[in-house]
């Protein structure tokens, strides 16, 4: 089935310990997706690739950044975690052809900081 | 800016109770409304989007531009309908959704 996959499913690090997240996908999708998911609140989009193209939103710390190899692979580095930044991360895909398209979500990351 | 309200994070109700989960959006332009739900240990999926007008497990959304509100209504909830229901909304023509909060949808036997 063509889905898009988080590895790992939870993830322990340490306070400061860099630590990345990765994403993969088979939908061949121009898009991908990284969200930020705390308990109780919206998931709240950190940044997204259009093919090659990075694009930050204005909110995401410094200290998170992104990676997209080639199309099938989308990688989330947090630099030097805090405790803050203990979160379910979302990855997600979509073909970004305007404002109708379904996005495909992954089973996501949930990140500990210890 | 866009932004998605959902006044309730948790709903429960007892089966074949009415189900209406509550959406309210705010952006100036024509917004596409989207609801997407996450069942127990699966990852979040759409679960209707309102262009389409359709029906699916029972539930249904009515955009309603006054009210700047898309609701999610089922008439008779069923066990297997307990899940996070999450609304979302693209606007001016761009792919990228903004999500609320979620309400979870509890439904007692």
Known sequence: ?114 | AQRVTQPEKLLSVFKGAPVELKCNYSYSGSPELFWYVQYSRQRLQLLLRHISRESIKGFTADLNKGETSFHLKKPFAQEEDSAMYYCALTSGGSYIPTFGRGTSLIVHP
């Open chain 1, 1 to 114: 089935d063509a889905m898009v996959i988080q590895n790992p499913r939870y993830q322990v690090t340490q306070f400061g310990k860099p630590v990345t997240l990765s994403c993969s996908q088979t939908l061949n999708h121009n898009v991908m997706y990284w969200y930020q998911q705390k308990s109780s609140q919206a998931p709240k989009l950190l940044f997204h690739y259009y093919d090659k193209d990075f694009n930050n939103e204005a909110d995401t710390p410094d200290n998170f950044q992104s990676r997209r190899p080639n199309t099938s692979f989308c990688f989330l580095d947090i630099r030097s975690p805090g405790l803050g930044d203990a979160a379910m991360y979302l990855c997600a895909t979509s073909r970004g052809t305007g404002g109708l398209t379904e996005a495909f979500f992954g089973q996501g990351t949930r990140l500990t900081v210890v």
